[in-house]
């Protein structure tokens, strides 16, 4: 079995060992906007009940910044990895 989010809100704090997410909430239009949730990316539709969820590398542990280009095709990410093991 494996589980799936369905939904998911977050926040993020500034404190030594973290980092402010630069443009947390970035608007796809006028119904979407995607944002960062842990070391995944959500995106949502205000209409529906369920967001849906972009999943990060596995050594991703925090999402430090996000883009979107001017045509808002392209959503860049920067993050955080844990070093190899």
């Known amino acids: 079995m494996r589980l ?3 939904n998911a809100l977050g926040a993020s704090f500034t404190t ?5 997410i630069v443009d ?6 006028d119904d979407r906007y995607v944002y960062p949730v842990g070391h995944h990316i959500g995106l949502r539709h205000p209409a529906h009940t369920k967001a849906q969820f972009i999943n990060m ?3 991703v542990t925090q999402i430090t910044c996000m883009r979107l280009s001017p045509n808002k095709r392209v959503l860049l990410v920067a993050s955080l990895c844990a070093p190899p093991t």
Do not use: R
């Not at 030594?16 to 402010?20: K, N």
């Not at 947390?24 to 239009?29: E, G, K, N, R």
């Open 16 to 20: 030594p060992d973290t980092y402010d």
């Open 4 to 6: 799936e989010p369905i």
């Open 57 to 59: 590398a596995d050594n």
């Open 24 to 29: 947390s909430l970035l608007y796809l239009d």
